[in-house]
């Protein structure tokens, strides 16, 4: 591989939280000593991110004037060819908003669509993130839950989506494309009858498709807005570099929005704060992300996250008796079920959450998004680290004497 996805990088007190967990938050249990801590938590990667992100940070750091600006047009080209390229999508200038977090666009969406209080649908296992940010805005969340098919595949519940929307007078709902945390790559099929649903009922949508650059190998994404012209014309779609190239720390996101009625009314709440604003050195992380070097870095990195998927997958079907889970296919987030693991041995999720820590895999508690005996496992660090993380599961917490 021409890019670096092996190296086991040192990031303490290098600003992570994901090695360095702050107090109250993230996995918070004691690891034993002669274990050290694999970060297998936050949704965040653990590989040098490609260097052209850097360079132009670099570059442009050089400069020893950090003064106001605007985004320049090679800011807007960049988006629009990495969606053309990457996405099929025709987005021009003036379909391009910003806004400090995904979601936070979604929120400001919400703002312009609903009044506080109303009803928005989303489906469950819920994003955390979507609930707190909903819920601190005034919203209520009306979930319908994803089931799993005899395959195990998570799909969307059409009936209870459509009985959901008419019973509690819905007109606004979060679509997650790609799916956190269940891994699912919604196919065009399921969001055209999706968005069916949505025009008999006249209700908006807001696209979260921050996960759309990770698609493992096999799978494809379909942009939301893509399925139809009810899609397109009423679909806000928040996007971002953050996740695909691990750039949170520099904040920023941008959303892609065709109704004009629905973009300026969009602008216009995200601009409430006086604070929702570009970082000059945000600006130039896109650009130096959105070349053909981030291109080809990405495309190395999503086999990187396959191969991991397929390692930890096989595994737990293997070896973890009592644990169920669907295969990803986009993300690099497992969600596990250890409700019958945890039955027959007599263990509560957090016993069982803690002894995991205990043994250095920093994992995720899962009841945040829903899922009562959930955990959720980011396979984002280097096969090495995947391959020791498993086997210190299965000597020490699934398959140890207890």
């Known amino acids: 591989m021409k890019y670096d996805f092996t190296s086991i990088m040192d990031r303490h007190n290098k600003d992570s939280i994901a090695v360095d967990v702050p107090e109250g938050f993230g996995p ?31 570059r442009r750091a050089q400069h020893p004037a950090f003064g106001y600006f605007s985004p320049t047009q090679e800011y807007y080209d960049a988006i629009i060819n990495w969606q053309k390229t990457r996405n099929g999508m025709d987005v021009s200038k003036k379909n391009i908003g910003y806004d400090n977090s995904v979601l ?3 929120v400001s969406a919400l703002n312009v669509l609903c009044s506080k209080g109303d ?10 993130g979507f609930t707190g940010s909903l819920t601190n805005n005034g919203y209520h969340i009306v979930h319908s839950q994803l089931v799993q098919d005899e395959n195990n595949i998570w799909r969307m519940d059409y009936a209870d989506m459509e009985k959901k929307i008419v019973e509690n007078k819905i007109h606004a709902a979060v679509i997650c494309n790609p799916y956190n945390p269940c891994g699912r790559v919604w196919t065009r099929e399921e969001l055209v009858k999706a968005m069916e649903i949505f025009e008999r009922h006249s209700v908006w949508v807001v696209s979260d498709e921050i996960w759309s650059d990770l698609i493992l190998e096999g799978y494809h994404h379909t942009p939301t807005q893509s399925v139809s012209e009810y899609a397109k014309m009423h679909t806000a779609a928040m996007y971002a570099p953050s996740k695909t190239f691990n750039l949170a720390g520099l904040v920023g996101s941008y959303n892609v929005i065709y109704n004009s009625w629905l973009r300026d009314r969009v602008d216009k709440e995200s601009s409430l704060s006086h604070y929702d604003a570009m970082n000059v050195l945000w600006m130039h992380a896109l650009i130096g992300a959105y ?25 737990i079907v293997k070896h973890f008796k009592g644990v169920t889970l669907s295969k990803p296919e986009g993300t690099y987030m497992l969600f596990l079920d250890c409700e019958q693991w945890c039955r027959e041995h007599g263990m509560t999720l957090d016993e069982l959450y803690d002894k995991g820590v205990e043994y250095g895999v920093l994992w995720q508690d899962g009841r945040p998004f829903h899922g009562e005996y959930g955990i959720r496992v980011n396979l984002a660090v280097p096969h090495e ?12 917490v699934f398959n140890a004497e207890i």
């Open 119 to 128: 009803n928005v649908l989303l489906h469950s296992p819920t994003y955390i």
């Open 291 to 315: 070349k053909k070097e981030g291109a080809e870095w990405l495309d190395e990195l999503r086999s990187v996250l396959t191969d991991n998927v397929n390692y930890a997958y096989d595994y």
């Open 385 to 396: 680290r995947v391959i020791d993380a498993f086997d210190r599961l299965d000597r020490y």
């Open 28 to 58: 918070q249990g004691k690891t034993r000593e002669g274990f050290d801590r694999i970060p297998m938590w936050v949704a965040d990667m653990n590989f040098p991110t490609v260097p052209t992100i850097t360079e132009e940070i670099i």
């Open 104 to 106: 936070g666009g979604v």
